[in-house]
């Protein structure tokens, strides 16, 4: 892959390269067949850059007739200036460590990929089989209540690694009775109960796991697009500064292997290289397609004229001709540098923006708010209609529960 764009099948001036004979000791790990070559198309789309990055150069060093041009990685920090481990560096090592198994690792990768900026997995999430227990492992990873798919299960997870048997069966058995400090129901079902005992026990809890790690991105950023303002309208570019360049060995492109043996491993390395060029082919075209339309459709919001506008994954499938589910790989991890920012591209598709952008400022509001006098919902709706959100209080009401954010009276106990 080349700054312009093209992808070289060969060079001239290539260092020796490896003697054909020696294809036969790789060939019997490298055969490849349509399942594989195509499950690595998929590969190719859903990796984040940095790890797209280091893919490549591996599968570059296993491959005998790939030759490695360049790999310019980003500028590393300087190594005077101490920096502090990211979020997401500290659970990829906990990650690394904990499993070693190909497909545990790559189950495990999919949950981290999942984490929101607070910590927690889509409630949504549905986990069965071998999955249910490398969630369940990860849920055991530093800091407390991390890999949590709510507030209730973030706070189980603590309380049964601190041996609160009695919180932990209170909070398992009455959340939301505990939500709204309706003690008299809780004493129906438990009896007698020591209520500054519990809440001493859930003040010392995570209710953000990310918190620890203050408010910096939880993973580290990769561009992939770069959209940008110029005159008379936009540039869209494609960023690969994390991707290395390489091509195809001359001396191999026309080799006549001496034996059935070697002419089967030559086919196989090639199909193999051929394919790796064309899936990255494939997703290069699918970004800036993507990125196109999703300009042409959110350049009011990127110029902060307007909000985002309706625009589901469904819809953009459909004007792609591709899959949802392909889509949706595509968007996973990618980012892009825009005027507003660096922004998430799964974060300009959405088909209640309003919505979406009103629980986003209700979710900084409560963040930021004075923690010994918490806004109670007629006053978060006074500031969101000051920010252009006429919202009912009801609907503050609504839009905490689904952010997981407790009244006034709860935020101040916690």
């Not at 198994?101 to 984490?115: N, P, S, T």
């Not at 009695?166 to 008299?184: G, I, M, S």
């Not at 002419?263 to 290069?284: E, G, P, V, Y």
């Not at 998430?344 to 923690?371: F, H, M, Q, Y």
Request: one cysteine or more.
């Amino acid at each position: 892959m080349f700054s312009d764009g093209s992808y070289a099948m060969g060079r001239e001036g290539a260092p020796t390269a490896m003697k054909p004979s020696l294809f036969l000791k790789l060939a019997p790990e490298r055969r490849l067949v349509l399942s594989y070559v195509m499950q690595q198309a998929l590969h190719i789309l859903q990796m984040p850059q940095i790890d797209l990055g280091q893919w490549l150069l591996e599968e570059i060093e296993k491959n005998p007739l790939l030759e490695i041009d360049s790999y310019k990685r980003s500028a590393a920090p300087d190594p005077e200036i101490p920096s502090p481990i990211s979020f997401y560096d500290h659970l990829l090592s906990q990650l690394r460590d904990t499993f070693s198994d190909k497909q545990e690792r790559k189950i495990a990768y999919k949950f981290l990929g999942e984490l929101d900026e607070r910590g927690f997995l889509p409630e949504e999430l549905l986990v069965k089989g071998p999955a249910a227990k490398i969630l369940t492992i990860m849920q055991s990873f530093e800091p407390p209540g991390i890999f949590a798919r709510n507030l209730k299960e973030c706070l189980l997870i603590q309380l049964k690694r601190q041996g609160k048997h009695f919180t932990y069966q209170l909070v398992d058995q009455c959340f939301e009775d505990l939500l709204h400090a309706r003690f008299t129901l809780i004493r129906k079902k438990f009896g007698k109960v020591d209520f500054a005992a519990v809440i001493h026990d859930l003040a010392r809890l995570n209710l953000r796991p990310s918190h620890s790690f203050g408010r910096e991105p939880l993973f580290p950023i990769y561009i992939d697009l770069k959209i940008t303002k110029v005159q008379g309208g936009w540039s869209l570019e494609l960023v690969e500064d994390e991707l290395p360049t390489f091509h195809i060995k001359d001396e191999y492109l026309n080799l006549k292997p001496e034996s059935t043996e070697e002419h089967l491993a030559l086919r196989d390395f090639k199909t193999q290289a051929k394919w790796i060029f064309r899936s990255l082919q494939r997703r290069r075209k699918l970004l800036k397609e993507l990125g196109k339309l999703l300009l042409s459709k959110q350049c009011a919001f990127l110029e902060a004229k307007g909000p985002l506008k309706a625009l589901g994954m469904k819809e953009i499938a459909e004007k792609l001709g591709i899959h949802e589910s392909t889509l949706s790989r595509a968007v996973a991890g990618k980012y892009a540098a825009t005027p507003r920012g660096i922004l998430p591209i799964r974060g300009l598709i959405t088909k209640t923006p309003e919505a979406l952008d009103a629980r986003s400022t209700l979710e900084k509001l409560v963040e930021t708010e004075n923690k010994e006098h918490p806004l109670t919902d007629q006053e978060l709706a006074h500031k969101l209609k000051e920010k252009g959100y006429p919202i009912a209080r009801r609907t503050i009401a609504k839009y905490r529960t689904q952010l997981k954010i407790g009244s006034a009276t709860q935020r101040k106990y916690l």
